[in-house]
């Protein structure tokens, strides 16, 4: 079974510093999805980035960026610029790539609470 | 495009009765998955549901049940609700099986 953990319960960062939350995962498979998704005090889940495994080229969107190692199984959220919106909790997400969320779901991290600091 | 939309929102049922919640995925979306979410043990995947069928099914026990209907909604019951099922209770939708989850705002169950 796939396993995803993130090491960080919390981080904290001042506004408009960058942040860098990490997420390793333990997986026999060669092609799979990693997803981030980020959860505000609303409680709803928001896709923030998505890498495809077979993908070596790191996914951006806008100011969040991946660093995407494979051999590592590791797969880090970046933060630029940080902004007080960017306050939640944010999980780090394992898909096979059979299903995209399917056969086994989604498997997700604990979660990282990320404070920005005004 | 409207979102995903979970109904109700939030809701207390007292332990031993039965519960079921209602999930209406984004349009032309026909895959429905569906989460739980604890302080203790995080997101959990349920089940997933995808054009009609149940296509695999999550580590629970027999008392969470769903089904999807000819126009993707879905609905997820729980039955003898026991205080453990106390949870946030999330809802995704995607366009098809291998592409990726979108999410509603959930429903909060509270048992008593």
Not at chain 1, 72 to 92: N, T, V, W
Not at chain 1, 102 to 117: M, S
Not at chain 2, 40 to 50: A, C, H, I, K, R
Request: hydrophobic content about 30%; proline content about 3%.
């Amino acid at each position: 079974a796939q396993t995803v953990t993130q090491s960080q319960p919390e981080m904290s960062v001042q506004e408009a510093e960058t942040v860098t939350l990490s997420c390793t995962y333990d997986t026999s498979e060669s092609d799979y999805y990693l997803f981030w998704y980020k959860q505000p005090p609303s409680r709803q889940m928001i896709l923030v980035i998505r890498q495809e495994a077979y993908k070596q080229q790191n996914a951006t969107e806008n100011r969040f960026s991946v660093n995407f190692q494979k051999a590592a199984k590791s797969f880090s959220l970046k933060i630029s610029d940080s902004q007080l919106g960017d306050a939640a909790m944010y999980f780090c997400a394992y898909s096979t790539t059979n299903s995209g969320g399917g056969a086994d779901g989604l498997t997700f991290g604990k979660g990282t609470h990320l404070i920005i600091q005004p | 495009k409207a979102g995903v939309t979970q109904t109700p929102r939030y809701l207390i049922k007292t332990r031993g009765q039965q519960v079921t919640l209602s999930c209406s995925p984004i349009s032309g979306h026909r895959s429905v998955s569906w989460y739980q979410q604890t302080p203790g043990q995080g997101l959990q995947f349920l089940f997933e549901y995808f054009s009609e069928t149940q296509r695999n099914k999550g580590n629970f026990p027999g008392r969470f049940s769903g089904r999807q209907f000819s126009n993707s909604r879905s609905e997820m019951n729980v039955s003898t609700l026991e205080l453990g099922d106390s949870a946030l209770y999330l809802c995704a939708s995607s366009l098809y099986r291998n592409t990726e989850a979108f999410f509603g705002q959930g429903t909060r169950l509270t048992v008593v």
